[in-house]
């Protein structure tokens, strides 16, 4: 067989032409472009939704620690359940609380851990209260007590001071009430 120079196919990139895009009508092209965004909104806010509603119970338990740490009663009375605070006739909680509850144990942990108290937390298990548990803990609080949902947290925290740190672990139960998460009951020891 003889190679002849003209059967072989040349190709040079000159000879290749590349469409540089599919074209769609404006239209089509800004449709397809508004349904792609919303689409990543939709996204992001669904996944804001779910981050925000997984921590928003955990935000008692850390206004607790907060108000532990700077013997502030008006945080720690905003971690309370409205039958708690409603029960407050003539006093205010945040009042009550800072002074004979707040102020003492700081004091005492500045004297078991130093200056400078710093308290942080993170949780370690989280179980909803089935229907069962939820009327249980209903009975216990009183009729005043609207619980929507509850769950039974376990946090470990570490309480750092100027000449020592010490981590300890600690069961809470937050639950829902009036639209605000709250803490179930007030805890009998601070710390």
């Avoid at 108000?67 to 039958?83: Q, R, Y």
Wanted: with cysteine; glycine share 4%; proline share 4%.
């Amino acid at each position: 067989m003889e190679n002849n120079s003209e059967d072989i196919l040349d190709i040079t990139a000159e000879s290749v032409t590349i469409k540089e895009r599919v074209h769609l009508p404006p239209k089509k092209r800004a449709l397809l472009i508004l349904s792609v965004t919303a689409a990543i909104i939709v996204l992001a806010a669904a996944l804001i939704a779910v981050f925000t509603v997984r921590n928003a119970c955990v935000k008692p338990i850390k206004q607790f620690f907060r108000s532990v740490e700077t013997a502030d009663g008006e945080i720690f009375a905003e971690c309370l359940p409205p039958w708690v605070t409603d029960d407050f006739k003539g006093e205010r909680p945040a009042d009550y609380y800072e002074e004979n509850m707040l102020k003492e144990s700081l004091a005492e942990l500045e004297e078991d851990y130093g200056d400078r108290i710093r308290l942080s937390m993170r949780e370690e298990q989280r179980v909803r209260l089935d229907e069962s548990a939820l009327n249980g803990l209903k009975k216990q609080l009183g009729d005043d007590a609207e619980i929507a949902k509850a769950y039974d947290i376990v946090v470990s925290y570490t309480i750092k001071g100027s000449m020592r740190s010490e981590t300890k672990r600690r069961e809470f139960v937050v639950c829902k009430s009036e639209g605000k998460w709250v803490m179930a009951k007030v805890p009998n020891t601070i710390l």
